[in-house]
């Protein structure tokens, strides 16, 4: 029998300190050229391994091997200078340095593909690979080419479809897009930034997954959420264009925040990861609190498409607090498990 209730993460975790600067967003490699390629796959086993331990269903590579969730995908391709870095400001909320748009994009060769194939050698289980959305990756970089975001999208969207086709064959089960830009940007989400999306997962066989979150737990994000008031009814906006759209999963943030749990009735018909786990806070929840989260979501979600998961990704955090939130997630999943058993 499939198991109920899969447990997953948003995607990043955090890396061990001889590969990066702990507990920094783009923080610099510790290592070079062969060091770091063998580094980097060292990370990503014991990265795996720390799932594993915690029970995690369906597990990932914990993005060792990128040093930002979107910044790493646009470094790699054509018409991007990287060294070239400009600052901006992302998700109209905090300035971060840049890549810069200098002429056409293209993917000249396969971004994480090796590394998918490598993870997807080392386990049997479920394993979901996330790249960023095209809507996210026109918000994390300075165009100098297009000098339209709707247009720019179009063309990650044509190349993330690439990539995503390879992982696919890479032996991938679950393909998500990050894409927190959608909590932002409504208009955009309404013109262009839904057909990017599917248009990116357009043709692949195996399920797809969009992330939509409140973002990392840095001071920019936190402070940003002081001024969301006590209902956060962003999600409101985006959840009856996904519910028509061809995305199997919708990843987001429910434990701590101040998202209504009923919107979650506004996408019911699709597989749910509900954050269970908040990213934003170094306190490790108990069990009993991923249960009662997982419990209000099973109000409007149905048992056999409600996946646990993080509220976003923990890079930020030290590996004790996530290995211990990996912990509490399981071991909140399984409370549930034997409710709905007992119920049955
Ligand atoms: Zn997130």
Known sequence: MKKILPTSTAGSLPKPSWLAEPEALWSPWKLYNEELKNGKQDALRLSLQEQQQAGIDIVSDGEQTRQHFVTTFIENLNGVDFENRQTVKIRDRYDASVPTVVGPVSRQKSVFVEDAKFLRQQTQQLIKWALPGPMTMVDTLCDNYYKNREKLAWEFAKILNQEAKELEAAGVDIIQFDEPAFNVFFD?????????????????????????????????????????????????????????????????????SHVPMELLELIRGKKVMVGAIDVANHSIETPEAVADTLRKALQFVDADKLYPCTNCGMAPLSRNVARGKLNALSAGADIIRKELLANA
């Open 188 to 256: 955009e989400v309404n013109d262009w930034g839904m057909a990017c999306l599917e248009r990116a997962i357009e043709g692949l066989e195996c399920e797809t997954a969009v992330h939509i979150c409140y973002g990392y737990g840095i001071k920019a994000n936190t402070d940003w959420k002081k001024t969301l008031g006590s209902e956060w009814r962003q999600y409101e906006d985006v959840f009856p264009k996904l519910q028509k759209s061809n995305i199997d999963i919708i990843s987001l943030e429910c434990h701590n």
